[in-house]
Protein backbone atom coordinates (compact mmCIF):
# COMPACT_ATOMS: atom_id res chain seq x y z
CA UNK A 1 0.00 0.00 0.00
CA UNK A 2 1.55 3.29 -0.81
CA UNK A 3 2.85 5.24 2.09
CA UNK A 4 5.19 8.11 0.84
CA UNK A 5 5.19 10.07 -2.23
CA UNK A 6 7.72 10.73 -4.50
CA UNK A 7 6.65 15.05 -5.45
CA UNK A 8 9.50 15.15 -8.45
CA UNK A 9 11.32 12.01 -10.49
CA UNK A 10 14.78 13.98 -9.40
CA UNK A 11 14.22 13.97 -5.50
CA UNK A 12 16.28 11.80 -3.49
CA UNK A 13 13.91 11.70 -0.81
CA UNK A 14 10.47 11.18 -0.16
CA UNK A 15 7.95 12.36 1.47
CA UNK A 16 5.76 9.93 4.21
CA UNK A 17 1.98 9.75 4.03
CA UNK A 18 1.46 7.78 7.51
CA UNK A 19 3.27 7.74 10.25
CA UNK A 20 5.85 4.79 9.79
CA UNK A 21 7.01 2.14 11.90
CA UNK A 22 11.36 1.13 11.86
CA UNK A 23 11.40 -1.25 8.92
CA UNK A 24 8.83 -0.97 7.12
CA UNK A 25 9.18 -1.13 3.49
CA UNK A 26 8.59 2.68 1.50
CA UNK A 27 6.11 1.88 -1.15
CA UNK A 28 5.74 4.81 -4.06
CA UNK A 29 2.33 3.37 -5.88
CA UNK A 30 3.91 3.17 -8.96
CA UNK A 31 6.92 0.73 -8.50
CA UNK A 32 9.31 3.15 -9.20
CA UNK A 33 12.21 1.62 -6.71
CA UNK A 34 14.22 -0.45 -8.24
CA UNK A 35 15.94 -1.97 -4.93
CA UNK A 36 13.23 -1.73 -2.21
CA UNK A 37 13.72 0.78 0.63
CA UNK A 38 13.15 0.14 4.27
CA UNK A 39 12.78 3.10 6.83
CA UNK A 40 15.40 2.34 9.41
CA UNK A 41 13.83 3.97 12.31
CA UNK A 42 10.18 4.83 12.57
CA UNK A 43 9.10 8.02 10.53
CA UNK A 44 6.23 10.79 11.63
CA UNK A 45 3.45 11.62 8.59
CA UNK A 46 5.40 14.54 6.90
CA UNK A 47 8.26 13.78 7.51
CA UNK A 48 11.45 12.78 4.84
CA UNK A 49 13.00 9.50 3.97
CA UNK A 50 16.27 8.74 1.59
CA UNK A 51 15.65 6.92 -1.07
CA UNK A 52 19.61 7.10 -2.31
CA UNK A 53 22.48 7.08 -0.55
CA UNK A 54 23.42 10.99 0.05
CA UNK A 55 26.95 11.89 0.72
CA UNK A 56 28.14 15.30 3.20
CA UNK A 57 28.26 18.54 0.95
CA UNK A 58 25.54 16.92 -1.50
CA UNK A 59 22.23 18.40 -2.25
CA UNK A 60 18.81 17.03 -0.54
CA UNK A 61 16.37 17.29 -3.28
CA UNK A 62 12.73 17.51 -3.08
CA UNK A 63 10.16 18.82 -5.31
CA UNK A 64 13.00 18.75 -7.79
CA UNK A 65 15.30 21.73 -6.44
CA UNK A 66 17.89 21.74 -3.45
CA UNK A 67 16.25 21.90 -0.26
CA UNK A 68 19.46 22.34 1.56
CA UNK A 69 22.68 19.85 1.81
CA UNK A 70 23.67 16.64 3.54
CA UNK A 71 25.79 17.41 7.10
CA UNK A 72 25.78 13.61 7.61
CA UNK A 73 26.09 10.56 5.38
CA UNK A 74 22.54 9.86 4.31
CA UNK A 75 21.72 5.99 3.86
CA UNK A 76 18.55 4.85 1.96
CA UNK A 77 16.01 4.57 4.91
CA UNK A 78 17.52 7.38 6.97
CA UNK A 79 15.49 10.23 8.18
CA UNK A 80 16.20 12.94 6.22
CA UNK A 81 15.77 16.01 9.16
CA UNK A 82 17.61 19.16 11.12
CA UNK A 83 20.09 16.70 12.46
CA UNK A 84 21.56 15.58 8.88
CA UNK A 85 20.27 18.62 6.20
CA UNK A 86 21.45 22.22 6.33
CA UNK A 87 19.80 24.95 4.66
CA UNK A 88 22.34 27.04 2.30
CA UNK A 89 19.95 30.08 2.03
CA UNK A 90 18.94 30.13 6.02
CA UNK A 91 23.35 29.77 6.48
CA UNK A 92 24.17 32.88 4.02
CA UNK A 93 22.36 35.20 5.79
CA UNK B 1 -18.48 20.73 -15.80
CA UNK B 2 -14.69 20.47 -16.00
CA UNK B 3 -14.05 21.09 -19.27
CA UNK B 4 -16.25 24.25 -19.27
CA UNK B 5 -14.59 26.95 -20.93
CA UNK B 6 -17.29 29.79 -19.91
CA UNK B 7 -19.06 30.53 -16.40
CA UNK B 8 -22.10 32.60 -16.11
CA UNK B 9 -21.43 36.19 -15.51
CA UNK B 10 -22.68 39.97 -15.66
CA UNK B 11 -21.27 41.64 -18.34
CA UNK B 12 -20.35 45.13 -17.29
CA UNK B 13 -20.69 48.09 -19.68
CA UNK B 14 -16.80 48.88 -19.20
CA UNK B 15 -16.61 44.98 -20.98
CA UNK B 16 -15.56 43.27 -18.17
CA UNK B 17 -17.02 40.52 -16.13
CA UNK B 18 -18.70 40.29 -12.71
CA UNK B 19 -19.61 37.14 -10.77
CA UNK B 20 -20.97 39.03 -7.83
CA UNK B 21 -23.78 42.07 -7.93
CA UNK B 22 -22.86 44.10 -4.68
CA UNK B 23 -22.82 47.31 -3.30
CA UNK B 24 -19.56 48.28 -1.68
CA UNK B 25 -19.55 50.23 1.85
CA UNK B 26 -16.83 52.14 2.37
CA UNK B 27 -15.92 54.11 5.39
CA UNK B 28 -12.79 56.48 4.58
CA UNK B 29 -11.82 56.29 8.41
CA UNK B 30 -12.28 53.87 11.50
CA UNK B 31 -14.78 56.62 12.58
CA UNK B 32 -16.98 56.15 10.11
CA UNK B 33 -16.79 52.81 10.07
CA UNK B 34 -19.31 51.31 12.18
CA UNK B 35 -21.94 53.18 10.51
CA UNK B 36 -20.75 51.18 7.45
CA UNK B 37 -21.07 48.29 9.12
CA UNK B 38 -24.65 49.06 10.14
CA UNK B 39 -25.26 50.08 6.61
CA UNK B 40 -24.15 46.80 5.40
CA UNK B 41 -25.47 44.39 7.55
CA UNK B 42 -29.18 45.96 7.00
CA UNK B 43 -28.87 45.49 3.24
CA UNK B 44 -28.15 41.99 1.87
CA UNK B 45 -25.88 42.71 -1.10
CA UNK B 46 -24.32 44.88 0.81
CA UNK B 47 -20.20 44.35 1.30
CA UNK B 48 -18.53 46.11 4.43
CA UNK B 49 -14.50 47.10 3.46
CA UNK B 50 -13.36 46.96 6.84
CA UNK B 51 -11.18 49.66 6.85
CA UNK B 52 -10.16 51.58 10.56
CA UNK B 53 -7.37 53.56 9.01
CA UNK B 54 -7.77 56.74 7.38
CA UNK B 55 -6.08 59.47 10.25
CA UNK B 56 -3.46 59.76 12.20
CA UNK B 57 -1.01 57.74 9.94
CA UNK B 58 1.75 58.72 7.23
CA UNK B 59 1.26 60.29 4.27
CA UNK B 60 2.22 56.90 2.27
CA UNK B 61 -0.41 55.02 4.41
CA UNK B 62 -3.07 57.37 3.39
CA UNK B 63 -2.44 57.31 0.23
CA UNK B 64 -1.93 53.75 -0.35
CA UNK B 65 -5.38 52.94 1.22
CA UNK B 66 -6.73 55.95 -0.95
CA UNK B 67 -5.73 54.20 -3.86
CA UNK B 68 -6.40 50.66 -2.92
CA UNK B 69 -10.06 51.62 -1.53
CA UNK B 70 -11.23 53.51 -4.85
CA UNK B 71 -10.03 50.27 -6.55
CA UNK B 72 -12.61 48.39 -4.45
CA UNK B 73 -14.84 50.56 -5.35
CA UNK B 74 -14.21 49.64 -9.06
CA UNK B 75 -14.06 46.16 -8.65
CA UNK B 76 -15.75 44.24 -11.09
CA UNK B 77 -18.24 42.15 -8.38
CA UNK B 78 -19.25 46.04 -7.70
CA UNK B 79 -22.82 47.90 -8.68
CA UNK B 80 -22.14 50.64 -6.60
CA UNK B 81 -19.82 52.10 -3.91
CA UNK B 82 -21.76 54.41 -0.65
CA UNK B 83 -18.33 56.14 0.57
CA UNK B 84 -19.08 56.84 4.28
CA UNK B 85 -17.20 59.83 5.54
CA UNK B 86 -16.97 61.41 9.17
CA UNK B 87 -15.74 64.94 7.52
CA UNK B 88 -12.88 65.63 9.43
CA UNK B 89 -10.28 62.71 8.72
CA UNK B 90 -7.11 62.94 6.91
CA UNK B 91 -8.05 60.78 3.64
CA UNK B 92 -9.96 62.58 1.30
CA UNK B 93 -13.03 60.99 0.98
CA UNK B 94 -14.28 63.34 -1.23
CA UNK B 95 -11.22 62.74 -3.71
CA UNK B 96 -11.84 58.39 -3.29
CA UNK B 97 -15.65 59.26 -4.22
CA UNK B 98 -14.37 61.11 -7.33
CA UNK B 99 -12.07 57.74 -8.28
CA UNK B 100 -14.67 55.67 -7.62
CA UNK B 101 -16.77 57.62 -9.87
CA UNK B 102 -14.27 57.24 -12.88
CA UNK B 103 -15.58 53.52 -13.04
CA UNK B 104 -19.07 52.73 -14.80
CA UNK B 105 -20.85 52.28 -11.11
CA UNK B 106 -22.73 55.02 -9.66
CA UNK B 107 -20.71 56.21 -6.23
CA UNK B 108 -22.48 58.50 -2.98
CA UNK B 109 -20.21 60.24 -0.96
CA UNK B 110 -22.23 60.15 2.93
CA UNK B 111 -20.47 62.54 5.34
CA UNK B 112 -22.04 61.68 8.82
CA UNK B 113 -20.62 65.37 10.27
CA UNK B 114 -22.74 67.25 7.63
CA UNK B 115 -25.99 64.68 7.37
CA UNK B 116 -25.97 64.38 11.05
CA UNK B 117 -25.48 61.73 13.17
CA UNK B 118 -24.80 57.85 12.35
CA UNK B 119 -28.51 57.15 12.74
CA UNK B 120 -29.58 59.66 9.49
CA UNK B 121 -26.28 58.34 7.83
CA UNK B 122 -27.37 54.70 8.04
CA UNK B 123 -30.91 55.30 6.95
CA UNK B 124 -30.07 57.47 4.06
CA UNK B 125 -27.13 54.88 3.34
CA UNK B 126 -29.73 52.52 3.62
CA UNK B 127 -31.73 53.46 1.12
CA UNK B 128 -28.96 54.02 -1.42
CA UNK B 129 -27.61 50.83 -1.17
CA UNK B 130 -31.06 49.04 -2.07
CA UNK B 131 -31.29 51.58 -4.63
CA UNK B 132 -28.41 50.45 -6.33
CA UNK B 133 -29.14 47.20 -5.91
CA UNK B 134 -32.24 46.95 -7.21
CA UNK B 135 -30.76 48.85 -10.28
CA UNK B 136 -28.67 46.10 -11.21
CA UNK B 137 -31.07 43.69 -10.21
CA UNK B 138 -32.90 43.09 -13.77
CA UNK B 139 -29.08 42.43 -15.30
CA UNK B 140 -29.21 38.97 -16.19
CA UNK B 141 -25.70 36.26 -16.06
CA UNK B 142 -24.63 35.17 -19.36
CA UNK B 143 -21.91 32.42 -20.24
CA UNK B 144 -18.26 34.28 -20.32
CA UNK B 145 -14.95 32.97 -21.56
CA UNK B 146 -12.56 31.95 -18.58
CA UNK B 147 -10.25 34.44 -20.13
CA UNK B 148 -12.33 37.14 -18.74
CA UNK B 149 -11.03 36.25 -15.08
CA UNK B 150 -8.97 36.80 -12.49
CA UNK B 151 -7.75 34.38 -9.76
CA UNK B 152 -6.11 35.06 -6.75
CA UNK B 153 -3.70 32.14 -5.24
CA UNK B 154 -3.22 32.36 -2.00
CA UNK B 155 -2.09 30.20 1.34
CA UNK B 156 -2.55 30.28 4.97
CA UNK B 157 -2.43 28.00 8.14
CA UNK B 158 0.24 25.80 6.13
CA UNK B 159 0.90 22.39 7.51
CA UNK B 160 2.64 19.35 6.28
CA UNK B 161 0.12 18.92 3.81
CA UNK B 162 0.01 21.99 2.21
CA UNK B 163 3.25 21.27 0.17
CA UNK B 164 2.51 18.03 -0.39
CA UNK B 165 -1.50 18.26 -1.54
CA UNK B 166 -2.89 21.20 -1.60
CA UNK B 167 -0.64 23.83 -2.89
CA UNK B 168 0.36 21.47 -5.75
CA UNK B 169 -3.11 20.83 -6.81
CA UNK B 170 -3.90 24.39 -6.83
CA UNK B 171 -0.60 24.31 -9.09
CA UNK B 172 -2.76 22.37 -11.37
CA UNK B 173 -5.53 24.64 -11.24
CA UNK B 174 -3.38 27.50 -11.76
CA UNK B 175 -2.27 26.01 -14.88
CA UNK B 176 -5.15 24.72 -16.22
CA UNK B 177 -6.52 28.70 -15.60
CA UNK B 178 -3.29 30.04 -17.79
CA UNK B 179 -4.30 27.68 -20.20
CA UNK B 180 -7.63 29.16 -20.72
CA UNK B 181 -6.32 32.57 -20.86
CA UNK B 182 -7.36 33.63 -17.28
CA UNK B 183 -5.20 36.07 -15.28
CA UNK B 184 -3.44 33.94 -12.34
CA UNK B 185 -1.90 36.15 -9.55
CA UNK B 186 0.55 34.61 -6.78
CA UNK B 187 1.36 36.35 -4.07
CA UNK B 188 2.99 36.36 -0.88
CA UNK B 189 6.41 37.65 -1.10
CA UNK B 190 8.40 36.71 2.43
CA UNK B 191 6.64 33.10 1.29
CA UNK B 192 9.18 32.97 -1.48
CA UNK B 193 12.28 34.14 0.40
CA UNK B 194 14.75 30.79 -0.38
CA UNK B 195 12.25 29.95 -3.63
CA UNK B 196 12.93 33.38 -5.81
CA UNK B 197 15.54 31.44 -8.64
CA UNK B 198 12.96 29.00 -9.35
CA UNK B 199 10.39 31.06 -10.12
CA UNK B 200 12.92 33.82 -11.57
CA UNK B 201 13.61 30.97 -13.70
CA UNK B 202 9.88 31.10 -15.61
CA UNK B 203 10.36 34.59 -15.31
CA UNK B 204 8.97 35.44 -19.74
CA UNK B 205 12.06 37.56 -19.83
CA UNK B 206 15.07 39.21 -18.43
CA UNK B 207 13.20 42.11 -16.99
CA UNK B 208 10.53 40.16 -14.89
CA UNK B 209 12.59 37.69 -13.81
CA UNK B 210 14.76 41.47 -12.53
CA UNK B 211 11.77 42.41 -11.19
CA UNK B 212 10.89 39.34 -9.11
CA UNK B 213 14.36 38.78 -7.84
CA UNK B 214 14.39 42.72 -7.16
CA UNK B 215 11.28 42.25 -4.86
CA UNK B 216 12.05 39.56 -3.00
CA UNK B 217 15.66 41.08 -2.30
CA UNK B 218 13.66 44.13 -1.01
CA UNK B 219 11.56 42.52 1.64
CA UNK B 220 13.96 40.22 2.56
CA UNK B 221 16.12 43.31 3.30
CA UNK B 222 13.23 45.76 4.76
CA UNK B 223 12.53 42.39 7.40
CA UNK B 224 16.07 42.94 8.22
CA UNK B 225 16.22 46.06 8.78
CA UNK B 226 13.20 46.22 11.69
CA UNK B 227 15.29 43.80 13.10
CA UNK B 228 13.50 40.79 12.83
CA UNK B 229 15.79 37.73 11.66
CA UNK B 230 13.23 36.23 9.21
CA UNK B 231 15.38 33.29 8.21
CA UNK B 232 16.77 32.29 11.05
CA UNK B 233 12.47 31.62 11.98
CA UNK B 234 12.55 29.93 9.47
CA UNK B 235 10.77 27.29 9.17
CA UNK B 236 8.91 27.67 12.41
CA UNK B 237 9.03 25.26 14.97
CA UNK B 238 5.79 24.16 14.14
CA UNK B 239 6.64 23.57 11.11
CA UNK B 240 9.87 21.84 11.72
CA UNK B 241 7.46 18.94 14.00
CA UNK B 242 5.57 18.45 10.72
CA UNK B 243 8.77 17.79 8.97
CA UNK B 244 9.80 21.39 7.40
CA UNK B 245 13.91 21.29 7.97
CA UNK B 246 14.73 24.02 5.65
CA UNK B 247 13.35 27.59 4.34
CA UNK B 248 13.86 26.26 1.35
CA UNK B 249 11.84 23.14 1.23
CA UNK B 250 9.31 25.57 2.72
CA UNK B 251 9.40 27.92 -0.15
CA UNK B 252 9.48 25.69 -2.70
CA UNK B 253 6.09 23.84 -1.17
CA UNK B 254 4.57 27.54 -1.26
CA UNK B 255 6.20 27.94 -5.33
CA UNK B 256 4.43 25.12 -6.04
CA UNK B 257 0.60 26.84 -6.05
CA UNK B 258 1.91 28.80 -9.09
CA UNK B 259 2.03 25.81 -11.30
CA UNK B 260 4.59 25.36 -14.27
CA UNK B 261 3.73 28.38 -16.75
CA UNK B 262 5.59 30.91 -17.35
CA UNK B 263 5.68 34.38 -14.74
CA UNK B 264 4.69 37.23 -17.28
CA UNK B 265 4.21 40.17 -14.91
CA UNK B 266 5.27 41.15 -11.00
CA UNK B 267 2.75 43.16 -9.41
CA UNK B 268 2.71 46.12 -7.02
CA UNK B 269 0.87 45.18 -4.18
CA UNK B 270 -2.98 45.75 -5.77
CA UNK B 271 -1.91 46.37 -9.12
CA UNK B 272 -4.39 45.00 -11.58
CA UNK B 273 -2.75 42.44 -13.88
CA UNK B 274 -2.88 43.36 -17.77
CA UNK B 275 -1.30 40.66 -18.73
CA UNK B 276 -2.92 37.17 -19.24
CA UNK B 277 -1.24 34.10 -17.58
CA UNK B 278 0.72 33.82 -14.00
CA UNK B 279 2.03 37.17 -12.51
CA UNK B 280 3.31 37.63 -9.16
CA UNK B 281 2.31 39.82 -6.80
CA UNK B 282 4.09 41.92 -3.99
CA UNK B 283 1.89 41.31 -0.73
CA UNK B 284 2.81 40.13 2.83
CA UNK B 285 2.34 36.57 3.85
CA UNK B 286 0.00 37.68 6.56
CA UNK B 287 -3.28 36.67 5.13
CA UNK B 288 -5.66 39.29 5.23
CA UNK B 289 -3.68 42.28 4.15
CA UNK B 290 -2.74 39.84 1.09
CA UNK B 291 -6.35 38.75 0.43
CA UNK B 292 -6.81 42.10 0.44
CA UNK B 293 -4.27 42.81 -2.45
CA UNK B 294 -5.45 40.35 -4.49
CA UNK B 295 -8.94 41.74 -3.86
CA UNK B 296 -7.98 45.30 -5.29
CA UNK B 297 -6.37 43.79 -8.04
CA UNK B 298 -9.90 42.73 -9.30
CA UNK B 299 -9.78 39.06 -8.33
CA UNK B 300 -13.19 37.88 -9.38
CA UNK B 301 -12.19 34.95 -6.87
CA UNK B 302 -9.31 33.91 -4.73
CA UNK B 303 -8.27 30.36 -3.85
CA UNK B 304 -6.73 29.60 -0.73
CA UNK B 305 -5.15 26.85 0.49
CA UNK B 306 -4.91 25.77 4.35
CA UNK B 307 -3.68 22.58 6.14
CA UNK B 308 -4.32 23.75 9.97
CA UNK B 309 -7.67 25.53 8.28
CA UNK B 310 -8.30 29.10 7.91
CA UNK B 311 -11.88 30.33 8.11
CA UNK B 312 -11.24 34.40 6.68
CA UNK B 313 -13.24 35.16 3.48
CA UNK B 314 -13.14 38.25 1.81
CA UNK B 315 -15.67 41.62 0.67
CA UNK B 316 -16.08 41.26 -3.09
CA UNK B 317 -14.16 38.35 -4.10
CA UNK B 318 -15.38 34.96 -3.10
CA UNK B 319 -12.70 32.71 -1.50
CA UNK B 320 -12.59 28.91 -1.83
CA UNK B 321 -10.92 27.07 0.85
CA UNK B 322 -8.92 24.13 -0.06
CA UNK B 323 -7.54 21.85 2.49
CA UNK B 324 -5.04 18.22 1.97
CA UNK B 325 -5.87 17.75 5.25
CA UNK B 326 -8.48 15.16 6.55
CA UNK B 327 -8.64 15.98 10.11
CA UNK B 328 -9.13 20.14 9.02
CA UNK B 329 -11.81 19.01 7.00
CA UNK B 330 -13.81 17.03 8.88
CA UNK B 331 -13.85 18.89 12.14
CA UNK B 332 -13.72 22.41 10.44
CA UNK B 333 -15.99 21.16 7.00
CA UNK B 334 -18.49 24.65 7.46
CA UNK B 335 -15.04 26.43 6.63
CA UNK B 336 -14.13 24.74 3.61
CA UNK B 337 -15.03 23.98 -0.02
CA UNK B 338 -13.08 21.24 -1.28
CA UNK B 339 -11.21 18.48 0.46
CA UNK B 340 -7.91 17.46 -1.33
CA UNK B 341 -7.35 15.10 1.53
CA UNK B 342 -7.09 12.16 -1.18
CA UNK B 343 -3.91 13.41 -2.48
CA UNK B 344 -2.27 11.96 0.96
CA UNK B 345 -4.05 8.90 1.17
CA UNK B 346 -2.87 8.15 -2.56
CA UNK B 347 -6.35 8.33 -4.15
CA UNK B 348 -6.26 11.39 -6.09
CA UNK B 349 -3.83 13.39 -8.05
CA UNK B 350 -2.64 16.68 -8.27
CA UNK B 351 -3.99 16.93 -11.41
CA UNK B 352 -6.81 15.06 -10.00
CA UNK B 353 -7.67 17.60 -7.55
CA UNK B 354 -6.81 20.70 -9.96
CA UNK B 355 -9.78 20.02 -12.25
CA UNK B 356 -12.35 19.90 -9.19
CA UNK B 357 -10.59 23.16 -7.94
CA UNK B 358 -11.16 24.31 -11.39
CA UNK B 359 -14.97 23.21 -11.83
CA UNK B 360 -15.79 24.47 -8.13
CA UNK B 361 -14.20 27.80 -9.10
CA UNK B 362 -16.37 28.33 -12.44
CA UNK B 363 -19.34 27.50 -10.09
CA UNK B 364 -18.52 30.08 -7.66
CA UNK B 365 -17.94 32.55 -10.50
CA UNK B 366 -21.72 31.57 -11.49
CA UNK B 367 -22.79 32.33 -8.77
CA UNK B 368 -22.42 29.43 -6.30
CA UNK B 369 -21.92 30.55 -2.65
CA UNK B 370 -18.39 29.69 -0.91
CA UNK B 371 -18.25 28.40 2.42
CA UNK B 372 -16.51 31.85 3.99
CA UNK B 373 -19.30 33.57 1.74
CA UNK B 374 -21.80 31.63 3.54
CA UNK B 375 -20.71 32.68 7.25
CA UNK B 376 -20.45 36.57 6.21
CA UNK B 377 -16.65 36.53 6.08
CA UNK B 378 -15.00 40.27 5.15
CA UNK B 379 -11.83 39.89 7.01
CA UNK B 380 -9.58 43.18 5.62
CA UNK B 381 -5.98 44.66 6.16
CA UNK B 382 -3.76 46.66 4.54
CA UNK B 383 0.06 46.81 4.29
CA UNK B 384 1.07 49.72 6.56
CA UNK B 385 4.20 51.66 5.63
CA UNK B 386 4.36 53.77 8.92
CA UNK B 387 3.25 53.87 12.35
CA UNK B 388 -0.14 54.96 14.14
CA UNK B 389 0.04 58.24 15.48
Known sequence: MTNALRIHPQDNVVTVLHDLEPDSTIDLGDGALSEPVAVREAIPFGH????????????????????????????????VHLHNLRSVRGAAR | ??????????????????????VAVIPSCGCALHAARLIASAVPGAALIDYAGGCGETEDD?????????????????????VVSLGCETLNAGELAARIGQGWAPVELLV??????????????????????????????????????????????????????????????????????????????????????ILAERAANT?????????VAECEAFLKATGEDFLGKQPSPGNQRGGLTTVEEKALGDVLKGGTTPVV??????????????????????????????????????????GRGNPMGNALAPVIKVTGNAHTYARMGDDMDIDASGIIRAEE??????????ALSLEVASGRQTAAEALGHVEFALIRLGPVY
Open chain 1, 48 to 79: KVAIRAIAPGEHVVKYGASIGVAVADIRPGDH
Open chain 2, 1 to 22: MTNETTFQGFRRPDGRAGVRNL
Open chain 2, 62 to 82: TALALQLLSQLGRHPNVVGSL
Open chain 2, 112 to 197: IQQIGGTRRTVDRGTLLARQMLDAAAGQRREPCPVSDLIVGLECGGSDATSGLAANPAMGAFSDLMVADGAKVILAETSELVGAEH
Open chain 2, 207 to 215: DVAERLLRT
Open chain 2, 265 to 306: DVLRYGEPPTVPGLSFMDTPGNDLASVTGLAAAGSHVVVFTT
Open chain 2, 349 to 358: TFADVGRRIR
